[in-house]
């Protein structure tokens, strides 16, 4: 539970660094709007067409009688539509990441910079960053898939499949999304895609905390654009902490102003 907190924490310093920093928050706003519209046109098209989706994939229930056709259709496009916003989440982190990279990257090294020490580059010019942030966000995005494809699946069991399984796709996409969102700050150091997950794997808890309540707030229309600078912010604060706590002392692992820190990475 204490992770939970200190995972809240970060995304919290996060926000609280770019309302301190009001131009980074307004440089920031462009590629989440361009994302925005991109993807609220996409999801209101796949809106419109998720019922006839259903009907396609279901042939054989076309004898059914009333009301159990109504119900199953029903549900199968209740769970297609749900299939499709868990996609667009973590998609619109990757789309409005890639649009604003060269942005990010430098709001994550000004984070750096603003807390003190080392604030490392990559040194690689734009052309290789976007491609290896790319690469490395379709391999997310595989496992994404892959998670959301069992869920989809999972959603079909009687009472499991309307109450534990969203809660588990809560969580599916909260971890995703903050591997997103700490990959501008690890790829600038060079931590390659095997590492920053064996990294966040080795504190679930800490990145549940932080990307699951980020999941939530981008379920309100036009809140992912607004949050999308702090939370990177967040995420460079998070990566910071984690890539030196071997080396640091807990005491100094804690964003300021926000109590204790998490436990030191093992």
């Known amino acids: 539970m204490h992770d939970l907190a200190g995972g809240f924490r970060y995304l919290l310093a996060g926000q609280r660094w770019v309302l301190g920093h009001g131009r980074w928050l307004g440089f920031g ?13 996409a999801l209101i098209a796949f809106g419109y067409t998720a019922d006839d989706l259903t009907v396609w994939a279901t042939p054989f ?13 029903g549900f199968l496009t209740a769970l297609f539509f749900g299939l499709g916003l868990f996609l667009a989440v973590i998609t619109f982190t990757a789309v409005t990441l890639l649009i604003g990279q060269p942005f990010y990257e430098s709001l994550s090294e000004q ?3 603003s807390e003190g020490g080392e604030v490392p580059q990559s040194g690689l010019p734009l052309w290789l960053e976007l491609w290896i942030s790319a690469r490395d966000s379709i391999r997310i995005l595989a496992r994404v898939l892959l998670y959301g494809i069992v869920l989809f699946a ?4 009687p009472v499991v499949g309307q109450t534990v399984i969203p809660v588990l796709g809560f969580c599916v996409s909260g971890y995703f999304l903050t591997q997103e969102l700490t990959s501008v700050a690890l790829q ?14 080795s504190r679930r ?19 992912a654009v607004f949050l ?10 998070m990566a910071r902490d984690l890539t030196r706590a071997d080396e640091t002392p807990a005491a100094e692992t804690t964003p300021a102003g926000f109590g204790p820190p998490p436990p030191a990475f093992p």
């Open 111 to 113: 984070v750096d910079r």
């Open 154 to 157: 999972l959603g079909f069991i």
């Open 61 to 73: 229930a076309d004898d059914w009688s009333a009301p159990w056709l109504g119900v199953f259709r």
């Open 29 to 41: 706003l462009l590629p989440g709007l361009v994302s925005f519209v991109l993807y609220t046109g």
């Open 205 to 223: 808890l800490l990145v549940l905390g932080f990307g699951v309540p980020l999941v939530l707030a981008f379920l309100v229309p036009l809140v």
């Open 228 to 237: 999308m600078p702090g939370a990177v912010a967040g995420a460079t604060l």
């Open 188 to 201: 600038r150091r060079k931590v390659e895609l095997p590492d920053r997950l064996a990294l966040l794997r």
